[in-house]
């Protein structure tokens, strides 16, 4: 449903591009990919000095690792299990590793209360599959509410590692429709393969924008370089962003835009990589410890992953929040300890660097990926609406079933290509 706003005809003067695609990421790189074989003129915009966006393969410690996407889920339909073989970039089935390891406090956790806890994450697919959410929607933690005050946290704690939210801020319908199916991980990291995707692509990087004008003869959009106009303009930068208000529309945006930006939030999902040289402490490469004395401070160590000099830590939720905003030196420390607690003092010493991309306070990004609040999970949706006609906004947040997901923002990214195919120019 397009905005109802009365716009000027289209003047005589030629726009600078046919559209614009600000965002390299995954659902930009789509977009552009689609208007190129469309025979559309099109340009990407990207703030970075990079192509990805949140699918980011790290090699800044020496050995890469995914500090953003890693999965390629649901690969029964993923696009990209298409698009890495034609590129011929190997994928393949996740692997456990070296197995799982559950502490609390820095101590093994008593089997007793491990297998409670594995009973306790059960509950959510359980509850999900029988709740019936068509009349009324609820938060993840109020459909968990009846297990008790001491399985419902932990129920609802294993959210953290994977939708990086509090559980009270998930809406359990939205939660209940997003795909499923097997995942593949990408051996040479799925940033790196997002990265190659752009190849043959007008992409300008260093080029954040800053303001977006839609109420003329064409979308002029104002980046440092200057200000370029187009016919039509595809957004895909992150719901944070958008809501920071980081680039200023003119008009503002509709009020069904602005409502649907309300009902929706940014998970923080954070990995905290920690290079450890030498010494493998007597633990299998690929081995998972998992820190969960605290339900609202999990912590999941990926240790050695295929035999690397890294201890992968991951988190979410507000312990995330707060960690990304203590900030690097603060995390490590924080990192540091608990590995230490589990392992012994010596592994302290054998941590050189640490890479910490913190998405919750990366300007570019402002989190890890949407979240649907409670009653608002129309909200994808509604966001996706085309606005004024000339403006689509797409990625992740505007993709339904596959939310959250690069492959999602990928299909997104298309619908959207799509749509401004359609318009003459």
Not at 261 to 282: H, N, P, Q, S, W
Not at 347 to 366: L, N, Q, Y
Request: with cysteine; proline share 5%; aromatic share 6%.
């Amino acid at each position: 449903m397009a905005a109802a706003l009365a716009l000027p005809a289209r003047n005589a003067r030629a726009a600078d591009v046919d559209v614009i695609v600000i965002g390299a990421g995954a659902a930009g790189l789509a977009a552009a990919h689609d208007l190129k074989a469309a025979g559309r003129k099109a340009i990407v915009l990207e703030a970075r000095d990079r192509v990805g966006g949140r699918a980011f393969t790290d090699a800044s410690l020496g050995p890469s690792y995914d500090a953003g996407a890693m999965f390629i889920h649901w690969a029964e339909r993923n696009p990209w299990v298409r698009i890495a073989r034609e590129l011929g970039i190997e994928t393949r089935n996740e692997s456990w590793g070296g197995g799982f390891q559950v502490f609390a406090s820095g101590k093994p956790m008593p089997e007793a209360d491990r297998q409670r806890r594995r009973g306790a994450f059960g509950q959510i697919d359980r509850r999900l599959d029988a709740a019936d959410l068509s009349r009324r929607d609820l938060s993840i933690r109020d459909l968990l509410s009846d297990l008790g005050p001491d399985v419902s946290p932990i129920a609802s704690s294993g959210l953290l590692l994977s939708i990086g939210e509090e559980s009270d801020r998930i809406s359990a319908r939205d939660y209940q429709r997003l795909w499923a199916g097997d995942d593949l991980v990408v051996p040479s990291g799925y940033g790196n393969l997002v990265a190659r995707h752009g190849a043959g692509l007008d992409i300008r990087l260093n080029q954040p924008v800053s303001a977006i004008r839609w109420d003329g003869p064409d979308v002029a959009v104002t980046t440092p370089a200057g200000t370029l106009h187009a016919n039509a303009c595809i957004v895909t930068v992150p719901v944070g962003v958008l809501k920071a208000g980081t680039i200023r529309f003119t008009p503002a945006l509709p009020s069904r835009t602005r409502n649907a930006l309300d009902g929706l939030g940014m998970g923080a999902l954070t990995k905290i990589a920690l290079k450890v040289e030498g010494e493998r402490f007597g633990i299998a490469p690929g081995t998972s410890f998992l820190e969960a004395g605290s339900p609202s401070r999990l912590m999941n160590f990926d240790m050695f992953p295929e035999g690397k000099d890294l201890v992968i830590a991951y988190c979410g939720g507000d312990y995330a929040r707060e960690l990304s905003v203590a900030g690097p030196e603060a995390a490590r420390a924080h990192v540091t300890e608990l590995l230490t607690q589990m392992v012994g003092a010596d592994i302290g010493k054998a941590v050189t660097e640490m890479a910490f991309p913190a998405w919750w306070t990366d300007p570019f990004s402002r989190g890890s990926y949407s979240v649907c609040l409670p009653g608002r999970a129309a909200a994808r949706e509604q966001l996706a609406e085309p606005i004024g006609g000339r403006i689509f906004i797409a990625g992740e947040a505007t993709a339904g079933g596959g939310a959250m997901t690069v492959g999602g923002a990928t299909l997104a990214g298309r619908t959207a290509a799509a749509a401004v195919a359609r318009i003459k120019a």
